[in-house]
Each structure stands twice: as structure tokens, then as C-alpha cells.
């Protein structure tokens, strides 16, 4: 312990993923092409227009109260969990479809997906 202490926090998780390799990893890399665009989503149209999926980055699905991609204890309202249950799997419908069942403003979508709860696709360019 009194060596581990002295790690970095790099060193650290590296650590933790050689004494546990089955259940914790902690390094992601994600490669693309240039260019990627990187989406605000401060445009309404553009939110209105995405296509949402729930993130498979929490524990405790299908509950109100979940823990995040972070192990962060997360409180769902009621029309949060529902906009959630109509994100998960889906691969079609607008969050403007999805906002004419479940009430709930663009700002809480926004606070859903700073939260990394919901992932966004921009709608498809004609």
C-alpha cells in the first residue's frame, strides 16, 4: 500500500487493471477520420432533430435511480425515466418525436446528454 500510494493516478489505474483485468478497465480509445464534427447541441433544431439512445454507461437500468458512466448516484424524474425508456435502443425517432409523448424541456435533454446519460446522433444530412 505505502508503494502504491506514491503512483500517479495513471500508474494507479494501471494497477488496479493488472490485479483485476476481468472487471475494470479503465483506458478507451476511439479512432475516426477526419473531419469529426463536434455537435453543442446549443441549435434546437439541431437537438429537436437527433436521434437519441440511451447510454449503456450506467448501472442499475431500469430504475429512477442509477448510477452514471462516473458511479455518480443519479435521481430520474418521472418524465426523465420515460424520455430514457424511449431512448433505449432506439435508432429512428427525433427527440422531437419522442418530446410529443413524454413533457420534458430541451434543457433537461441537454442536462440528460451533459450527463452522459443519452448519446446523440445528428440527423442525417439530404
Not at 67 to 93: H, P
Request: net charge negative; aromatic share 10%; hydrophobic share 40%.
Amino acid at each position: 500500500m505505502e508503494r502504491a500510494a506514491t503512483l500517479t493516478d495513471r500508474q494507479r489505474y494501471r494497477l488496479i487493471e493488472l490485479l483485476d483485468p476481468e472487471t475494470i478497465a479503465h483506458y478507451e480509445f476511439f479512432l475516426a477520420r477526419p473531419p469529426l464534427p463536434r455537435c453543442d447541441w446549443s441549435s434546437d433544431a439541431a437537438l429537436l432533430a437527433a436521434i437519441p439512445d440511451r447510454s449503456p454507461c450506467m448501472e442499475g437500468w431500469d430504475s429512477r435511480t442509477l448510477f452514471n458512466y462516473d458511479y455518480q448516484l443519479v435521481n430520474l424524474s418521472e418524465a426523465e425515466w420515460q424520455f430514457l425508456k424511449a431512448c433505449d435502443g432506439n435508432q429512428t425517432r427525433t427527440v422531437g418525436e419522442i418530446l410529443q409523448e413524454v413533457e420534458l424541456s430541451l434543457d433537461t435533454v441537454r442536462a440528460l446528454q451533459q450527463q452522459q446519460l443519452i448519446l446523440l446522433t445528428p440527423a442525417p444530412a439530404y
